[in-house]
């Protein structure tokens, strides 16, 4: 790479039921299009045959405003970055087989991204509204279908050191939802209603879990027994308390995390924190990680909203920073559902 070169980066997402691309600049965003899957509303959950099918309508008009946006040609790109996995099979092969084509056809390097790297180095965004962590940080990437604790040491040297055994903590958000009859995805509404209510009204256990693992399969249980014997002493005992069984359920998950974040931090003495992943939307997460500077002295860092659910502005990120350092996937790369970060 030359010293001042401009690198222009796209960048493609579709790992689960978001289609994305963005354009970016160096480490800056120029543009970020998400265009987010309806049809999986009805279901309850993402159907993945019908998020790779969305994807296939997607991808072209997204990826076309995305270059649009930035007000650039594409023949300006100088790489294509994209989601090589964790995530649906079929909705990665969507993403993985257009770079692919695309990279080919424009004669341009090709750049396979780690999809829960990318929630992490999301913070390195250059945005005046986010600050940036030092390393080494902790990364706590809580989305639907992962909850970690990972160690960062570099750009590409992060080790897991805490995880979930069963549930991630988006689908205990998820799940929770649904028992109250909410529509998927129920998190952002447990968090809309946890704002008008009490979070001590009911009292939810808190896992007992070894070290810096996690566990939400117990608290979704105990929520649908403790609903299924109120509903049935008073049949409207959703409807007349759902901002306060929301903020008590939001409350218990926050709790959880910032539990064992305070367990991370006593093992390995590293007070900076950085969220990242889709529940790192959470307002309540938000707030006791801001809260947590004072209380704790810790230097929290929290992601820009767009930049905390899936989005390609995070996959184009890493891009530019694996293209500063040449690293590059050859065309025989293939989507990976299961995708490790160390
Ligand atoms: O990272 P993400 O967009 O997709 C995955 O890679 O999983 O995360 C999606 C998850 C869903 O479970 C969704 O309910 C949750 O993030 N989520 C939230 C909020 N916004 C999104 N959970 C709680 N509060 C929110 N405000
Ligand atoms: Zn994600």
């Not at 693992?213 to 929520?223: E, Q, R, V």
């Not at 209380?295 to 502005?313: I, L, R």
Request: proline share 4%; glycine share 8%.
């Amino acid at each position: 790479m030359l010293e001042h070169e401009t690198i222009y980066i796209l960048a493609i997402e579709s790992s689960c039921d978001d289609t994305s691309a963005a354009v970016l600049m160096n480490d800056k965003v120029l543009s970020n299009v998400v265009a987010t899957q309806a049809i999986h509303k009805e279901y309850g959950g993402v159907v993945p045959e019908l998020a790779s099918r969305a994807h296939q309508q997607n991808i072209v008009p997204v990826v076309d405003q995305a270059i649009a946006k930035a007000n650039i040609d594409k023949k300006q790109l100088s790489a294509i970055a994209f989601t090589r996995g964790p995530g649906l099979m079929g909705s990665l092969l969507v993403g993985t087989s257009f770079a692919k084509s695309l990279s080919l056809g424009l004669q341009i390097p090709l750049i396979e991204v780690n999809h829960m790297k990318a929630h992490i180095l999301a913070h390195f965004i250059d945005d005046d509204s986010m600050k940036t962590p030092k390393f080494p940080f902790l990364a706590l990437t809580i989305s639907g279908g992962h909850t970690q604790i990972v160690l960062v040491n570099d750009f590409f040297d992060m080790k897991i050191i805490g995880q979930t055994l069963d549930d991630a903590v988006g689908e205990a958000f998820d799940k929770s939802a649904k028992i109250l009859g909410l529509p998927y995805p129920g998190g952002p509404l447990i968090d809309k209603y946890a704002g008008t209510g009490n979070p001590h009204k009911f009292e939810f256990p808190i896992p007992k879990v070894k070290e810096l693992d996690f566990s939400f399969s117990g608290l979704k249980t105990s929520i649908l027994y403790f609903i299924q014997k109120q509903t049935k002493e008073d049949p409207d005992f959703i409807e007349n308390n759902l901002e306060d069984i929301c903020a008590s359920i939001q409350h218990t998950i926050i709790t959880i995390l910032m539990k064992k974040l305070k367990k991370a931090v006593k093992q390995t003495g590293i007070k900076e924190i950085a969220i990242g992943g889709g529940v790192s939307a959470n307002s309540g997460i938000r707030k006791a990680l801001v809260d947590a500077q004072t209380k704790y002295g810790w230097k929290t860092y929290v992601p820009k909203f767009e930049y905390c659910t899936d989005n390609a502005a995070m996959i184009g990120i890493v891009g530019y920073y694996k293209y500063k350092n040449e690293v590059f996937a050859k065309q025989d790369v293939t989507a990976k559902a299961r995708y490790l970060i160390s």
